[in-house]
Structures are given as structure tokens and as C-alpha cells.
């Protein structure tokens, strides 16, 4: 079965520090999204990309997030400058047509020192 | 605005014994509902979707959920539940258009007893 993929799984970076995580959609799909996952809490949506651009994005996703797709298969998350408030879980998901179920990748744990 | 709301934040269930899991959401117009199961330190997965159609829909590992409109609630049922099933449970609902973000529970962890 077809799977996102991401990459690194943990990842520990210190404060203010820029940090990119990684993530392989499925190939057919169309509609990619990043949500997270601090300890303890419930998932929350960050943003979602179509057509090589934002298509929604929550109060979370300020100025210090930023989203592409470099080359037609990776999707990347970048923070510019991270916070001790950073420190989640990130999960990648991926949608063929925008209206039903996502596949999720199994993360990527931030931790911010 | 969209939410979803899982009463219980921990459930423990015997081994055998049947299990339902509560979820309530609210929604302005028919939503598309879902259940996913994390396993610790694992990613989401997917367990079943309902979107129009039969109130009573089937998923994977044994679980189903009923759509109930008048009662706005979506809850997981299984009729006998393994030790595997441990794990924590999540109900969310789609807000619609081409987006379709999701919009979850604080989740209910589910501990079986042998």
C-alpha cells in the first residue's frame, strides 16, 4: 500500500535555530497538508498546498513557517527561527482529491533545546 | 465553527469485552467524519470514513461507526476487543470544500486488560 514517508523520524535542534523536515507524498496525490502534535494534545492543522501553492493555512502557521515543493516530490516545512513552543510532533498527510481520507506519514518528533 | 468533541480521555476495556467510543461533533452542513488510531510513537491511521450514504459504516481491524444526525455523533464500536487495540483514538471531521482540513478530538486512549 502507498505510504508518505518522513523524514528524519526525531530530530533535535536548538532554540532559534532553522529546521527543515522532509516529507514524500504519494505520488498521485494532490493535495498536501502538515499538521502537528504537541505532547499530550490533540492534532491541529497547520496548512495545506495545492497547485503549488497555500490553499489554507491556521493562526499557527505565522511568518516563522514556511511550506514547498521543490521538485514535484518532496514537501518540506521549514522554521525559520524555532521556539521551545515548536516542540511537537509533525505529521505530513496527503490527498488525492482534496474531499477524503488523508494518508498521514508517521511523523517527524521535533524537539527544541 | 467546526469541532469535535471525545468525552472520554481514557477508557479501559477487558479483553473480549465490547468497546464504544464516543464522539460528537458540530457541523453546519453534512459532514465528512472519520477515525484514526495511534499507536505510541506511530503516525496516524486511517480506520473509517463516512461521508454520505449507509448510517453504519464498516473500517479495518473489526471497527465500525454510526452516523447519527440527530444526535450529531459518530461513535466507534467494536464487538470484542484485542489487546492490540490499545492505542489512542481519534474522531475528526472535515470542513468541506477543496481543502478538506480536518479537525480533531483530544483523542480517547483506549488500555485493555487481559
Known amino acids: 500500500e502507498p505510504e508518505v514517508t518522513q523524514t528524519p523520524s526525531h530530530q533535535v535542534t536548538q532554540m532559534g535555530q532553522e529546521v527543515i523536515l522532509r516529507c514524500v507524498p504519494i505520488s498521485n496525490h494532490l493535495y498536501f497538508y502538515w499538521y502537528r502534535q504537541i505532547l499530550g494534545q490533540k492534532v491541529e492543522f497547520l496548512v495545506s498546498f495545492y497547485n503549488n501553492e497555500i490553499s489554507e493555512k491556521s493562526e499557527i502557521f505565522d511568518d516563522q513557517f514556511s511550506v514547498e515543493r521543490p521538485d514535484g516530490s518532496n514537501f518540506t516545512l521549514k522554521i525559520r527561527s524555532t521556539k521551545l513552543e515548536d516542540s511537537a510532533m509533525y505529521f505530513c498527510?496527503?490527498?488525492?482529491?482534496?474531499?477524503?481520507?488523508?494518508?498521514f506519514g508517521s511523523g517527524t518528533r521535533l524537539t527544541v533545546v | 465553527a467546526q469541532s469535535v468533541t471525545q468525552p472520554d480521555i481514557h477508557i479501559t476495556v477487558s479483553e473480549g469485552a465490547s468497546l464504544e467510543l464516543r464522539c460528537n461533533y458540530s457541523?453546519?452542513?453534512?459532514?465528512?467524519l472519520f477515525w484514526y488510531v495511534q499507536s505510541p510513537g506511530q503516525g496516524l491511521q486511517l480506520l473509517l470514513k463516512y461521508f454520505s450514504g449507509d448510517t453504519l459504516v464498516q473500517g479495518i481491524k473489526g471497527f465500525e461507526a454510526e452516523f447519527k444526525r440527530s444526535q450529531s455523533s459518530f461513535n466507534l464500536r467494536k464487538p470484542s476487543v484485542h489487546w492490540s487495540d490499545a492505542a489512542e483514538y481519534f474522531c475528526a471531521v472535515g470542513s468541506g470544500g477543496a481543502t478538506n482540513k480536518l479537525i480533531f478530538g483530544t483523542g480517547t486512549l483506549l488500555a485493555v486488560q487481559p
Open positions: 498527510a496527503s490527498n488525492e482529491q482534496g474531499r477524503y481520507g488523508y494518508t
Open positions: 457541523y453546519g452542513a453534512t459532514p465528512y
